[in-house]
């Protein structure tokens, strides 16, 4: 599993010119299912995510999880993340076929909201805009 958190001051996804899901600040993750992952990956990239401290404490440094911050997690699937592009077309035969990575995407929201998270989501499948005001910029790859 392989997800792209940014820490963000707001986020949010529009779909057909609605805006379905809307965060403060947290975290924007876009969320990417190989073939190979099952519920444990689910499971651990959750904590990574919820763990991940990159809030600043007092002195400036990362140091702070996104549960003290107060933070809101926005999680949208992106299949594209396990693009190969050794050619100039990307293939896309690493992601996980919906069948698979709708459950495990789902998992992973739920096991963020059992957390205490607020957690919005875009819609599995469907051509979303995803609008965000990056801070910092701080983006990190996490891969399970």
Known sequence: MRAVVTRVLSASVTIDGEEV???GKGFLV???VHTEDGEEQAKKIADKICGLRIFEDENGKMNIAPGDAGAEL???SQFTLYAD???RRPGFTNAARPEISEPLYELVVSECRSRGFKV????FGADMK???????PVTIILEI
């Open 21 to 23: 899901a809307s965060i």
């Open 30 to 32: 876009l969320l990417g």
């Open 74 to 76: 926005l999680i949208v």
């Open 85 to 87: 592009c050794s050619s």
């Open 120 to 123: 919005g989501t875009g819609r």
């Open 130 to 136: 995803v609008a965000s005001v990056n801070d910092g």
